[in-house]
């Protein structure tokens, strides 16, 4: 029996907010489940490739030159080369037809899928750069999503999400904007890991009481703190 | 939900759900109130009034006067003293407002705690402790950058971390199955805390700079990153010069 709208809704839902690298083994547990078609799968998986960024791995999709109307493609790889070339990860960028309004975009995905060690993360730029009139200033936007999934007898997914606004360069520090602009994000994680078990954790839990010392589990003693702090509120 | 005639506020969970209507651990009623009879027996009412009292003071010396805590205990076929199961639970959020200032940062999300345990009375004057426990944990941060043309970063981790221990420990008293539960709770809550910061969430910050390395660091360093594995950059310069002073000192 097919799926119903409800249960496609669903699966279509756990597809799209699927971590990086593991769509197939999510439609897996769902065939298992439901009976999806192929049309619908192959839909969706298209779906997920073009929001995640993913769909830049695919091979046709390769930059053509007729793409590359702001001479940029030599840059942009010789930038994937030195920054998202290391050891087990897959990268590739796409130039976009300029649109109506003679923007093209810049899409750049990396992602490293480390199934057997529990991990797997994703990196996903789309710049957006329009070239003014005298073709020698350009503004330039964008933004960056990384995703990271660990799951080694535990379940955690991080996302970091920057919406870069336009800045104004000439054509020599496009590649030179969008640097600073990775590794703006990424040291705006590295704060926020800095500061996660001191401050960030600390607000929802602290690791030690107040007191500094664990906590006694006596009902008597405690109500005796508690009537002493009423006490003194009613002297107040 | 708030129990209007304790003025306190309690968590609903299935543990305290009849049809629609919650418990209170304080007034042990029903909200919308019922004619219910699943409720624990007097004699584990009053294990359970002290262990919600004790464990709203535990409460809010971890997590603060604005979390909630709520303990349901229900009985295993027979009295206090031929076994009982119960929850604990702890509910803490947090909803800063979000602002514009350069190189501020709010903070959302939340932290639960669900804590199962299934007490069984041994001979001897001993109980077996069999604890389960599960956090749940949502953290949800707006960054503004110090450089206002790098734009805000918003930052979203979430996951959960589950545990099972078991002990046993003597229980002289009713009373002193509260304190053996407290502590095992405290130790695990302490240990998955470490975890959730030390192993999950500075892992995530492995995965990516695995993707993304500084000004090709990975590459000119790249046969220790081939020894090394996936660990982060700062560990294998640190090793990476403590190899080169050795082979110095060698030489």
């Known amino acids: 029996m097919d799926a119903s709208s409800d249960e496609l809704r669903i699966a279509k839902h756990l597809l799209l907010s699927s971590p990086p690298g593991q769509f197939d083994l999510i439609l897996q547990d769902l065939t298992e489940l439901l009976s999806l078609s192929q049309d619908w799968t192959e839909t969706t998986r298209q779906e997920h490739n073009s929001r995640t960024g993913r769909e830049a791995l695919d091979s046709f999709k390769t930059t053509q030159p007729e793409n590359d109307a702001l001479g940029l493609q030599d840059g942009m790889q010789q930038y994937i080369d030195q920054f998202y070339d290391s050891k087990g990860v897959t990268s590739n960028h796409t130039f976009s037809s300029p649109n ?13 899928i480390q199934l057997q060690q529990y991990h797997a993360g994703s990196w996903t730029a789309r710049y957006f750069i329009n070239a003014h009139a005298d073709r020698n200033t350009f503004t330039i936007s964008g933004t960056i999503v990384l995703h990271a999934h660990t799951f080694e007898n535990g379940n955690l997914q991080l996302k970091s999400t920057v919406d870069l606004p336009s800045v104004e360069t000439n054509k020599s520090g496009i590649f030179q904007q969008i640097q600073k602009w990775d590794e703006a994000s990424v040291m705006t994680l590295r704060g926020v890991y800095d500061d996660m078990p001191g401050e960030i954790l600390k607000k929802l839990r602290r690791v030690t009481p107040v007191t500094r010392t664990r906590f006694v589990w006596n009902v008597e003693g405690h109500r005796g703190i508690r009537q002493l702090g009423v006490e003194v509120q009613n002297r107040e | 939900a708030v ?50 009292e004790l464990f709203d003071s535990y ?96 930052v979203s981790i979430g996951g959960s971390l589950t545990k099972q221990v078991e002990n046993i420990h003597s229980c002289p008293s009713d009373m002193s199955h509260i304190a053996n539960i407290g502590t095992m709770i405290e130790n695990l809550e302490i240990e998955l805390r470490s975890n959730m910061d030390s192993l999950y969430i500075q892992k995530t910050r492995e995965v990516i700079d695995g993707i993304r390395c500084d000004s090709g660091s990975q590459k000119k360093h790249g046969l220790m990153a081939t020894m090394m594995g996936s660990g982060n950059g700062d560990q294998q310069n640190e090793m990476q010069a403590a190899l080169m002073a050795r082979f110095k000192q060698k030489s």
Not at chain 2, 13 to 41: L, Q, V
Not at chain 2, 110 to 126: A, P, Q, R
Request: hydrophobic letters at 30%; proline letters at 3%; a negative charge.
């Open chain 2, 3 to 52: 129990d209007s005639s304790a003025n306190k506020t309690y968590i609903l969970s299935d543990h305290n759900r009849e049809g629609d209507s919650y418990r209170s651990p304080w007034s042990n009623a029903y909200y919308p109130p019922i004619k219910s009879t699943f409720k624990p027996s007097r004699e584990l009412r009053a294990l359970e009034e002290q262990a919600n």
């Open chain 1, 100 to 112: 109506e309004d003679g923007q093209v975009t810049i899409l750049l995905y990396a992602e490293r």
């Open chain 2, 59 to 154: 409460c809010q010396m971890y997590y603060g006067k604005d979390a909630v805590s709520s303990v349901y205990l229900w009985n295993n076929g027979g009295g206090v003293n031929e076994g009982f199961a119960g929850c604990f639970l702890i509910k803490k959020d947090i909803d800063e407002v979000v602002n514009s200032i350069p190189e501020s940062r709010s903070q959302c999300g939340y932290w639960n705690s669900i804590h199962v345990v299934d007490v069984n009375i041994l001979s001897g004057g001993k109980a077996k402790y069999e604890l389960s426990t599960t956090v749940l944990l949502s953290i949800d941060l707006v960054c503004n950058a110090k450089d206002a043309s790098c734009g805000t970063t918003k």
